[in-house]
């Protein structure tokens, strides 16, 4: 099993930023492909970002492509995502999501673990 937490969640203004993390526990984290993924009410789940095994591979959502970077560090089992640019449009809730293979696609809902989420808040 991995477990998942995420952080860095909070209230900023349009155009500012936020770093969220996300620190895993439980298995060996190179194992696994990495993800953020955002939820707001009465909205599906959408895919943000993803990371390969050593970072090497990278994905983003077109909406988000220029702002927003996602990295890991192996040594601190940490996924993070660096939001720039903040748009109201970006508030939702942020998840993070693990999968050792990407079986079901690095942007699909299918990865096998996931975090309770983090708050992120960009007022207008």
């Known amino acids: 099993q991995v477990h998942l937490v995420e952080s860095g969640g909070g209230l900023v203004q349009a155009g500012g930023s936020l770093r969220l993390s996300c620190t895993a526990s439980?298995?060996?984290?190179?194992?696994?492909?990495m993800g953020w993924f955002r939820q707001t009410p009465g909205k599906e789940r959408e895919f943000v970002a993803a990371?390969?095994?050593?970072?090497?591979?990278?994905y983003y959502t077109d909406s988000v492509k220029g702002r927003f970077t996602i990295s890991r560090d192996n040594t601190k089992s940490t996924v993070y995502l660096q939001m720039n640019s903040l748009k109201p449009e970006d508030t939702a809730i942020y998840y993070c999501?693990?999968?050792?293979?990407?079986?079901?696609?690095?942007?699909?809902?299918?990865?096998?673990?996931w975090g309770q989420g983090t708050q992120v808040t960009v007022s207008s």
């Open positions: 999501a693990a999968d050792r293979t990407w079986e079901t696609g690095w942007n699909s809902l299918g990865y096998a673990f």
């Open positions: 439980g298995r060996t984290f190179t194992d696994y492909n």
């Open positions: 990371i390969g095994w050593y970072g090497a591979m990278k």
